[in-house]
């Protein structure tokens, strides 16, 4: 029996949700949800409605798992409680500093439903969080470092896309090469945030909005650029068309530690990504955890969760039998 899914917001991370899906064939896309005309939003999967999002207030039957894919800055701190009342959902909530909230607002409302919801889904936070967790664990005595890019934070933009007056905007993250370097030197440097990255901003404003009021909006966001050197670029829906319409990203996660009595041998763990499609990569990772999700309720487990809460062998359609013999 396949495991059926929904997907509500059906942005860059909703489509590539829907490209995940299609390429694991225990999982079946059952509908996508909107909270605009469905009329006017075209997916590409043969056979699949597209709803209005309230219907989602009566397809608890039909539905294993809900993926929300609107955005962090100001959709998943509403829809992922909401509907965590009601579904097991995933969600991709990624701004960082506000994570210990956002899980409280959702466990209360999954642990009510005896439904399972996983939070702060994709590669950062994600991937990169077991990694930094597994290293940390491994290399009691060391230091982390955490770089992106250069490319398209997905949540950067999407927040920039909420300011009023934003028409649209790719964000690029972009690491200070000095940094990297120090770092791979091992002469495990003191880094700030601001000494780490820099942010690019590729505006396209409505017509007639303030611009310096958008361009102060965006350097004094908390969370997201107060702390970073940032550039804002205003251009035309053409140049965004011609010159930004990829949205490739990537990064990587070095742990240096050392061990020994004498602490005398130092060891680097290092996990990088290099990615052509953000959201279609973070979808892939989303989907497994879907998969997990929809078990985990199956068992009896409830409320929500992270990715440091669900054993790896969940994410797998392998049996355990499998696994350990392919895989260990
Ligand atoms: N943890 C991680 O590693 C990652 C997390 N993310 C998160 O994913 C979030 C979503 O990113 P992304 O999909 O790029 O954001 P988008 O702006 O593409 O989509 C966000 C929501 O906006 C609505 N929307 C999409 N297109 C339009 C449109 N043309 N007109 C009006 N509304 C539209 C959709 O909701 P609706 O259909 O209901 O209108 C959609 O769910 C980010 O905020 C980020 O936080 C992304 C990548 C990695
Ligand atoms: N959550 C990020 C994924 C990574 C990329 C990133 C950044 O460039 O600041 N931080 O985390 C995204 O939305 O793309």
């Known amino acids: 029996m396949s495991i059926r899914v929904g997907i509500l917001g059906y942005g860059n991370l909703g489509k590539g949700v829907e490209s995940a899906i299609a390429q694991n064939d225990d999982m079946e896309l059952k509908a996508v ?24 207030s009566h397809m608890q039957d039909e539905l294993d798992v809900l993926i929300l894919c609107g955005g962090s800055a100001t959709d998943l701190p509403v829809q992922t409680p909401q509907y965590a009342s009601m579904y097991n959902v995933v969600d991709s909530f990624d701004t960082h500093a506000r994570i210990p909230e956002h899980f409280a607002a959702v466990d209360a409302a999954a642990k009510k439903a005896g439904k399972v919801s996983l939070i702060s889904c994709g590669w950062d936070p994600g991937m990169f969080s077991l ?21 398209v934070s997905q949540g950067h ?6 300011i009023e007056g934003v028409k649209d905007c790719r964000q ?40 310096a009021k958008i361009e102060n909006e965006i350097k004094t966001m908390p969370n997201y650029f107060s702390d970073y050197d940032t550039t804002v670029h205003f251009i ?22 050392v061990t020994g009595m004498e602490k005398e041998h130092k060891h680097v763990i290092e996990y990088s990504l290099k990615l052509d499609s ?22 009896g487990m409830s409320g929500c969760k992270t990715v440091f809460d669900v054993a790896p062998a969940y994410l797998s359609p392998k049996s355990a039998e499998e696994l350990r013999a392919h895989m260990l």
């Open 33 to 56: 949800f909107t909270r605009r005309n469905p009329e006017n939003v075209k997916v590409r999967t043969a056979g699949v409605k597209v709803l209005q999002a309230d219907e989602l």
């Open 131 to 151: 990694n930094r967790l597994y290293a940390n664990c491994v290399l009691p005595e060391g230091k982390d470092y955490t770089f992106w890019g250069k490319g």
């Open 157 to 162: 933009s999407d927040a920039v896309r909420r």
């Open 172 to 211: 690029y993250t972009i690491p200070v090469e000095k940094a990297v370097e120090a770092v791979r030197s091992g002469s495990n440097p003191e880094l700030t945030t601001r000494e780490k990255h820099t942010r690019e901003c590729f505006v396209v404003a409505e017509e007639g909005a303030d611009l």
């Open 236 to 257: 035309t829906e053409e140049e965004m068309k011609r010159d930004h319409s990829g949205l490739p990203h990537g990064g990587m996660v070095i742990r240096t530690g």
């Open 278 to 299: 953000n959201p279609e990569f973070t979808g892939s990772v989303i989907v497994a955890y879907a998969r997990a999700v929809s078990r985990m309720n199956k068992e």
